[in-house]
């Protein structure tokens, strides 16, 4: 039997994976032991992981950003779908992120409006190719 070797960056990712969680529990056990004595502590704890684990993950962004920038070239003349791509990604990213940080903080009034506004806004940057499926759709015939 032939031996699978792993991606050379499998390991690293993997403890990076693992650093990420472990920070995250922390975090978790760290607020609700001061949940009790001092919410606003709890919170800001909270806060800290989050805004650290967002900052960790951009830094893998690199490597995202390399394989964008083959589908430009693959897709020279359609790049404009690419970026609306993107585009979508990073809105449900920020959306989710934020709606969670605010649903954690206990206002999840605020949470649901930012989903609401990044759905909105998906909408709204998927209007080019949705345009261009109804020219496709009424130019067959359909």
């Given at each position: 039997?032939?031996?699978?070797?792993?991606h050379?960056?499998?390991?690293?990712?993997g403890?990076?994976?693992?650093?990420?969680?472990?920070?995250?529990?922390?975090?978790?056990?760290?607020?609700?032991?001061?949940?009790?004595?001092?919410?606003?502590?709890?919170m800001?704890?909270?806060?800290?992981?989050?805004?650290?684990?967002?900052?960790?993950?951009?830094?893998?962004?690199?490597?995202?950003?390399?394989?964008?920038?083959k589908?430009?070239?693959?897709?020279?003349?359609?790049?404009?779908?690419?970026?609306?791509?993107?585009?979508?990604?990073?809105?449900?990213?920020?959306?989710?992120?934020?709606?969670?940080?605010?649903?954690?903080?206990?206002?999840?009034?605020?949470?649901?409006?930012?989903?609401?506004?990044?759905?909105?806004?998906?909408?709204?940057?998927?209007?080019?190719?949705?345009?261009?499926l109804?020219?496709?759709i009424?130019?067959?015939?359909?």
């Open positions: 039997m032939q031996e699978s070797k792993a050379p960056c499998a390991c690293r990712m403890r990076m994976m693992i650093k990420i969680v472990m920070i995250g529990l922390m975090a978790v056990l760290l607020a609700l032991s001061l949940r009790q004595e001092k919410t606003g502590f709890a800001l704890v909270v806060l800290a992981a989050s805004i650290l684990i967002l900052g960790l993950s951009t830094t893998k962004m690199q490597g995202v950003l390399q394989v964008v920038e589908l430009q070239e693959v897709f020279r003349e359609d790049v404009v779908y690419v970026q609306i791509l993107l585009k979508m990604l990073g809105i449900t990213y920020i959306a989710e992120f934020g709606s969670g940080l605010c649903r954690d903080a206990g206002y999840g009034a605020v949470g649901g409006q930012i989903e609401f506004y990044g759905k909105l806004m998906l909408l709204v940057v998927s209007m080019p190719i949705i345009e261009n109804i020219e496709v009424t130019g067959i015939g359909l």
